[in-house]
């Protein structure tokens, strides 16, 4: 399976919510709201979720192995540092 889009747009908060992707495979597949989180080790990414009756959130869809997830975590982190280094008119 091969990354063959990725958007991210930026968010301007005072939250650790940095932005949001969306990814494309295989020009087939599409997962929307990935968020773009600026964690104390740097950016990570967190797959789209949903609020469980409990209270607590669920991941509604999420890599199965960990290859995966490093490869989808690079390729929108890529793309985020991307559109900052075009500056604020593009992002």
Do not use: C, W
């Not at 940095?18 to 599409?30: E, L, P, Q, Y």
């Not at 104390?40 to 509604?60: C, H, Q, Y």
């Amino acid at each position: 399976m091969k990354i063959t889009d990725v958007r991210v747009k930026t968010v301007q908060s005072e939250s650790r919510l940095r932005g949001v992707a969306t990814i494309t495979f295989d020009d087939s597949f599409v997962v929307h709201d990935i968020r773009i989180i600026e964690g104390e080790n740097g950016l990570f990414v967190a797959m789209p979720s949903k609020k469980t009756p409990n209270g607590t959130f669920r991941d509604i869809a999420h890599p199965i192995h960990g290859e995966m997830r490093k490869l989808i975590e690079e390729a929108i982190v890529a793309a985020y540092n991307e559109l900052l280094e075009k500056g604020p008119e593009e992002a």
